[in-house]
């Protein structure tokens, strides 16, 4: 997470050295600096400091106010706080309406056309319902912390709503669903579906393979998931890639989880399904080692996985620098954790032949265009041969150093088209 903080602050002098010190020790970086004024109290400035951790810039703030006379503090203010107040979104209509005019052409006698076109076949492609996207999200409500969880959860809906429209033009809607049961995210859904051209789950608490088969059985407009699509698709690719750079063969590879979430158990079936030699995983929960298994892969220990698996994938912080370092030459990593993990030099003369970082923002390069290709090629959902064969497809898009094109550049019309090519229905 990166903070920008604007600061003004009075220093005495010759105290300007130890406060860039304090700065620079809590990991914080000055990006702009200007000078005020002089005054009887030192020098005034105005200061712009980005950091990556809250909690280190807090520190700063607090090291350098309790420093006695040598600094004030005028004002310190967050500029990304200012700003997200009110969300993510902003709605506004596609018509002028700056006069009269304006409300009865643009407005109103536009929403008459479009009631006088509802009423042929074509009618639904002139309404939103064309280009809305439902982004949902379902949270237990009978759990303590339901409230804080269903917030948290919009405000995932919220940032994929933001990318969802910047790479594809979609119209992305967020829906916390409030459920005693998770099926009762379904019945909601199927209620609503066809106010939209498509639905993006973004996260269902205690969801399951069997919930998503019930879902995409039941739903009438293509339908997307993070967890058991995204997820599953980006680290698929990712593994041919290696595959293929590595010219190593499935029947010969054994991949390893380190923490076991829905998307690695879809994942552990489908590399199951297309023959590799062991699917190992480990999570600190019993019900994820079960759900693992049952999807074809092996329960085992982290320390199992690092001494023997030869593609190792971490999505949980479940191991000890131990472990890890215990890891054998000729591995794979692939991090997908947004905690701190170790890193290379943790591992430093093991041999690791690729340690791969990515994370969920990793995913924005790929989901926009997969469902805008979904909606277009009238796929309901992906099942496991398409997750494959979309998967086969998209690796020519990834480079050796396993970087896709450019965010900002034209990648989403590239796995667009790729997706659109499969005008059959799943």
């Not at 004002?75 to 002028?96: F, H, P, Q, T, W």
């Not at 999807?295 to 479940?318: C, R």
């Not at 398409?386 to 550049?409: I, N, Q, R, T």
């Amino acid at each position: 997470m990166r903070l920008i903080n604007e600061i003004t602050v009075i220093i005495r002098k010759k105290s300007f050295p130890s406060f860039i010190d304090e700065l620079y020790k809590r990991e914080c970086d000055l990006l702009e600096l200007q000078h005020i004024e002089e005054s009887g109290d030192g020098y005034l400035y105005t200061l712009r400091i980005a950091s990556d951790n809250l909690k280190r810039f807090e520190e700063f703030i607090t090291i350098i106010s309790s420093a006695g006379d040598k600094y004030k503090f005028i004002s310190v203010k967050n500029v990304v706080e200012d700003r997200i107040v009110g969300g993510l979104l902003s709605v506004s209509g596609k018509m002028a309406l700056e006069n009269i005019t304006d409300l009865n052409t643009s407005v109103l006698g536009a929403a008459d056309l479009m009631l006088e076109k509802t009423k042929e076949e074509d009618g639904r492609r002139f309404t939103g319902i064309s280009r809305n996207v439902g982004l949902i999200a379902g949270v237990r409500s009978t759990d303590e912390g339901a409230r804080v969880r269903l917030l948290r959860e919009f405000v995932g809906a919220e940032r994929d709503a933001v990318i969802l429209n910047r790479f594809s033009g979609l119209n992305g809607c967020p829906l916390a669903v409030r459920f005693e049961h998770p099926e009762d995210v379904i019945q909601v859904l199927k209620k609503i579906d066809q106010n939209f051209a498509a639905v993006r789950v973004t996260r269902i608490d205690e969801s399951s393979i069997m919930l998503y088969d019930m879902l995409f059985s039941d739903i009438a407009v293509p339908t997307i998931s993070l967890e058991h699509d995204d997820i599953p698709l980006f680290l698929l690719v990712l593994i041919i890639k290696i595959m293929m750079k590595y010219r190593i063969k499935a029947e010969e590879t054994t991949v390893g989880f380190i923490g076991i979430d829905l998307g690695s158990v879809r994942l552990a079936r489908v590399l199951d399904k297309i023959g590799f030699r062991r699917i190992l995983g480990f999570d600190h929960g019993e019900t994820s080692m079960l759900a693992l298994e049952n999807q074809g892969g092996l329960a085992t220990t982290a320390e199992n996985i690092f001494g023997n698996a030869d593609i190792t994938i971490l999505l949980k912080n479940n191991f000890d620098v131990e472990e890890f370092r215990k890891i054998r030459p000729g591995q794979f990593v692939i991090s997908f954790m947004e905690s701190e993990e170790p890193g290379l030099e943790e591992i430093s003369g093991k041999g690791v032949r690729e340690f791969i970082r990515k994370g969920v923002a990793d995913l924005a390069v790929l989901f926009p265009g997969v469902l805008r290709g979904m909606i277009d090629a009238d796929i309901r959902y992906i099942n496991d041969a398409k997750l494959v064969d979309f998967a086969k497809k998209l690796v020519v898009l990834l480079s050796d150093s396993f970087e896709f094109p450019h965010l900002f550049g034209d990648v989403h019309e590239k796995v667009y088209r790729i997706v659109s090519q499969d005008k059959s229905k799943s």
